[in-house]
């Protein structure tokens, strides 16, 4: 990490200081600089040197990302198209994209510096309208104007057209963003290994009323047919803009993007399926105690034993032996 520059891309309100403390301590042991965006520099303490939004990012050799999969989306936008790789450790809830806990931040930093480290390579739509651009790692949405309306828009690919929506929404999403609201929606959970485009109606009324997976070389626009309403649309559930009367957003997946950082891609897998079990994914009991790491298996098996045996099983004491004339509980 000599001489390298690193930057920091925070949580808004998440306590991190003592992340950015050791990040602070172990890049200036090697002679590396510190960086944050003068925004963030408030959060961040004295000890890092805030520069101006549009100077972060082309000083940066890594970027590393406090907080969860909202900072981490953030910290991505910040690289789209460039090497430079996004470690993510979490302070949120769930944590699909990042792998670090701040516990295991410091060893993280060693790995990193030791070059014990794999790059994920991860997509991303480039969306335009005549007014707006922006990128998303998840999911497009376009939504009616009014909340409770429903929204009708029409879907063109490669310049020809397919029919249309009519429902409360729809979504376009990227392999990696078919595990949220698409999924929550009723769309299928699709491969990172597969580039495409998933698209798929919310509570469809009429038109297209089942999820299309288009690859990931389609040119897709959806057009508001309506000469009066406009329409709103989020990237990645943040609001980005409108589609008024008469106007388009078009879209295309952008392979390789983003490098992310990973140290251990089996166990981050493992991690994803246990979370995906927890959503709601068609798994057996069996099938869910095979994502349990073998050690807590054998610990839990271990507890078991020591419960029954002491006859503490279930919360409470064994009931006392019932004498052998006495009539059964009713």
């Known amino acids: ?20 403390r050791m990040i602070s301590r172990f890049v200036h042991r090697y002679g590396g600089r510190l960086l944050v965006r003068e925004a963030d520099a408030p959060r961040v303490g004295p000890d890092v040197e805030a520069v101006a939004a549009d100077a972060f990012v082309d000083r940066l050799d890594a970027v590393v990302s406090l907080g969860g999969d909202g900072t981490m989306l953030g910290a991505m936008r910040l690289v789209v198209g460039r090497p430079t790789p996004v470690l993510g450790v979490n302070y949120g809830d769930i944590g699909f994209l990042v792998e670090v806990l701040p516990e295991g931040l410091e060893k993280a930093l060693d790995r990193m510096v030791a070059g ?6 991860h997509s991303c739509f480039q ?15 376009i939504t009616a104007f009014e909340s409770l309306q429903s929204v009708m ?3 063109v690919v490669n310049n020809a057209r397919h029919g249309y929506y009519r429902g409360d929404a729809v979504i376009a999403c990227t392999p990696t963003g078919s595990t949220a609201y698409n999924y929550a929606a009723g769309g299928p959970v699709i ?32 057009h508001n047919p309506s000469d009066r309403t406009s329409l709103r649309f989020t990237a990645d559930g943040t609001p980005v803009g409108l589609l008024g009367p008469g106007t388009g957003l078009s879209l295309r997946l952008i392979a390789d993007a983003v490098n992310v950082v990973r140290f251990e891609p ?8 246990v979370k995906l079990s927890l959503l709601d994914l068609p798994l057996r009991p069996d099938q869910l105690l095979e994502l349990v790491p073998p050690q807590l298996r054998e610990r839990a098996e271990q507890f078991r034993a020591e ?15 019932r004498p052998p004339d006495a009539a059964p509980a009713a």
């Open 191 to 222: 491969s990172p290994s597969a580039p495409s485009i998933t698209l798929t109606p919310v509570a469809p009324m009429s038109g297209i009323n089942r999820s299309v997976v288009l690859g990931g070389s389609d040119a897709v626009e959806f």
């Open 127 to 141: 969306v335009r309208t005549d007014d707006e651009a922006c990128t998303a790692f998840n999911d497009i949405v």
């Open 266 to 273: 089996a166990l981050h897998e493992q991690r994803q399926r």
């Open 307 to 321: 419960q029954l045996k002491a006859g503490r099983f279930g919360g409470g004491s064994s009931p006392p032996p």
């Open 1 to 20: 990490m000599g001489r390298y520059t690193v930057g920091l891309v925070v949580h808004p309100f998440k306590p991190v200081l003592d992340s950015v």
């Open 116 to 121: 014990d480290y794999t790059l994920e390579p």
């Open 153 to 155: 828009v029409d879907l």
